[in-house]
T-cell receptor
Framework: SQQGEEDPQALSIQEGENATMNCSYK?????LQWYRQNSGRGLVHLILIRSNEREKHSGRLRVTLDTSKKSSSLLITASRAADTASYFCATEEDSSYKLIFGSGTRLLVRP | KAGVTQTPRYLIKTRGQQVTLSCSPISGHRSVSWYQQTPGQGLQFLFE???????NKGNFPGRFSGRQFSNSRSEMNVSTLELGDSALYLC???????????FGEGSRLTVL
């Protein structure tokens, strides 16, 4: 079963706008990761944030983690049409060697 | 470095048949994981192998099995296929420590 829930389930924005996606999870984690998936293809790793970190940046991506609320958010700034994809958060528990994925957010960036 | 390679990319089977999917990890990666993706259940963990040993297994029936070879290549097998096994099966590799997974493009299985 999925641990993470993401919202919104779908998001439609104009090119140049920012997109924010949220993820909640249930158990203690070692790290939380975000992945992108273009329609029916494999997943691409975007960013990893460890449980002792609160915020991380990578290019136009900003991720926050609040372990007290068991939640994370992914912000994509200055979105582009090429950012259109599904975005998944995934949590990893200590020594579990598995990722538990959220339900995903479908992002549409309109040109 | 070449990425994770999965074969076949697409296949169609009928109920009751069995299927074997193959995954070649990134060179040097010793961990291979398998995930099933369906519209209804989303992405679900099947199993993970490291140096030919299964370290974790998801909540799937015994019809789902896997193995890893000494060269780190992995196969998963599904026996007695059911309609509900139709899915995108994703393989991912890593060095083995917690962290980033590198995914292949997947094998899309359709069961008729």
């Amino acid at each position: 079963s999925q641990q993470g829930e993401e919202d919104p389930q779908a998001l439609s924005i104009q090119e140049g706008e920012n997109a924010t996606m949220n993820c909640s999870y249930k158990t203690s984690i070692n790290n939380l990761q975000w992945y992108r998936q273009n329609s029916g293809r494999g997943l691409v790793h975007l960013i990893l944030i460890r449980s002792n970190e609160r915020e991380k940046h990578s290019g136009r991506l900003r991720v926050t983690l609040d372990t007290s609320k068991k939640s994370s958010s992914l912000l994509i700034t200055a979105s582009r049409a090429a950012d259109t994809a599904s975005y998944f958060c995934a949590t990893e528990e200590d020594s579990s060697y598995k990722l538990i994925f959220g339900s995903g957010t479908r992002l549409l960036v309109r040109p | 470095k070449a990425g994770v390679t999965q074969t076949p990319r697409y296949l169609i089977k009928t109920r009751g048949q069995q299927v074997t999917l193959s995954c070649s990890p990134i060179s040097g990666h010793r961990s291979v994981s398998w995930y099933q993706q369906t519209p209804g259940q989303g992405l679900q963990f099947l199993f993970e192998y490291f140096s030919e040993t299964q370290r974790n297994k998801g909540n799937f029936p015994g019809r789902f099995s896997g193995r890893q070879f000494s060269n780190s290549r992995s196969e998963m097998n599904v026996s007695t296929l059911e309609l509900g096994d139709s899915a995108l099966y994703l393989c991912a590799s890593s060095e083995g420590a917690p962290g980033e997974l590198f995914f292949g493009e997947g094998s899309r299985l359709t069961v008729l």
